[in-house]
Every structure is written in structure tokens, then in C-alpha cells.
């Protein structure tokens, strides 16, 4: 029962900040989410940088600490990508995630100025799915190899990749070359394995 109670007056509190953050700041957020007690923002590319500049510095919301930042890719959308931040509070004990969409050849300003531990986050996201960190200041590899081509987390990055390494026999030494396998285009299911259909 107690836990219950302590359940819904915390749905209580973020739909109440939910609704505060959108009257101090109601150009910057698109759209207010809560979903399994988490408050999740989405927020215009262009406006990101002004709002995270908000959350960070502003007496009631204090969220100085990035815990992550990743991305998602849907294929069968517009907007493509979707760069997922996820922030801690630790004056108010509070989580936040903040969610940018983006077409495929969009750019994103670098908040590696305001939160420097974002450098590496970043770097990861431009070698893994190829969204390019305007501003950043050293957007190279960071988990592929120096000639690695293409960013093998977007879904149409073929399943066997570009390149084929194997040990040659004959030469007695490693040895790169082109993948020979012709790959078909892959039809892909977006519906969750976990959502029940009636």
C-alpha cells in the first residue's frame, strides 16, 4: 500500500514538473511524455543546446550530470534517427531523457561544451550510425577500424559487411578483401515481439 501511494504521488510530481517546464520554456520542448514513471522531452534540433543550457542551470531542475547518449534507427521513418539523452539530477534525485529526431543527412550541434563527458558518447554515435557532430572537437572512430566504410549500427548496413578477413594458406599471412556474396535487400518487421496484438 505505502509503496502504492509512493508510486502515484511521484506520477503526481512529474506531470506537475512536465506541466512546468512547458509554461517556462513552452518553444523550446515539442512534446512531454511520461511512460513508466519517466519524463521524457522531445525537442527540435535547433533547440537543443538552449534547453539543455536551461536544465542544467536553472535553480529547479539542476540537471548537471549526462548518464548516456545514444541513437536509434528507424528505417521506415522520415526522420530517421533519434539521439536519446538521458540526465541526472542529483540536487532533486531526478531522471530525464530528452529525445531529438533527425533525417538521415541532418547534422547536431555538439554539447561537448556543456557536458564534456558528451565527447566520447558522440564519437561513438558518429562511428556506429553516422550522425554527424557539428562543433565537436575531434569527431573521429572510436570502436571501428582507421578504413573501416560505413557505420555498421544503421539498419541497411549489410548483414556480412564490405570486407572479408581470412587467413590465406598459401601466402601464409592475413589477408582483406571484398565480401563475393551478393546480399539481397532484407525486409524488415518493426513490430515489437513484445506488444500483444488482439
Not at 97 to 118: D, G, H
Not at 140 to 149: A, H, K, M, P, S
Amino acid at each position: 500500500m505505502k509503496i502504492k501511494l509512493q508510486m502515484e504521488l511521484q506520477k503526481f510530481s512529474l506531470k506537475h514538473f512536465s506541466q512546468l517546464i512547458t509554461k517556462i520554456i513552452p518553444r523550446l520542448i515539442k512534446d512531454v511524455f511520461i511512460i513508466n514513471n519517466e519524463l521524457i522531452l522531445i525537442v527540435e534540433n535547433n533547440n537543443l543546446n538552449s534547453t539543455l543550457f536551461f536544465l542544467k542551470y536553472h535553480t529547479y531542475t539542476q540537471y548537471k550530470v549526462l548518464c548516456d547518449i545514444t541513437a536509434v534507427d528507424f528505417l521506415d521513418r522520415i526522420e530517421r534517427f533519434e539521439v536519446v539523452y538521458q540526465f541526472l539530477s542529483v540536487s532533486y534525485a531526478s531522471r530525464l531523457r530528452i529525445k531529438v529526431n533527425l533525417k538521415e543527412t541532418e547534422l547536431i550541434n555538439s554539447i561537448s561544451t556543456l557536458y564534456p563527458c558528451a565527447n566520447w558518447y558522440e564519437r561513438e554515435i558518429w562511428d556506429l550510425f553516422g550522425i554527424f557532430f557539428m562543433n565537436h572537437p575531434d569527431l573521429r572512430r572510436i570502436l571501428t577500424d582507421y578504413g573501416f566504410e560505413g557505420h555498421p549500427l544503421k539498419k541497411d548496413f549489410p548483414l556480412s559487411g564490405y570486407l572479408e578477413v581470412r587467413y590465406d594458406d598459401i601466402v601464409k599471412q592475413v589477408i582483406c578483401e571484398p565480401v563475393d556474396i551478393t546480399q539481397e535487400f532484407r525486409n524488415f518487421n518493426f513490430s515489437s515481439p513484445w506488444e500483444i496484438t488482439q
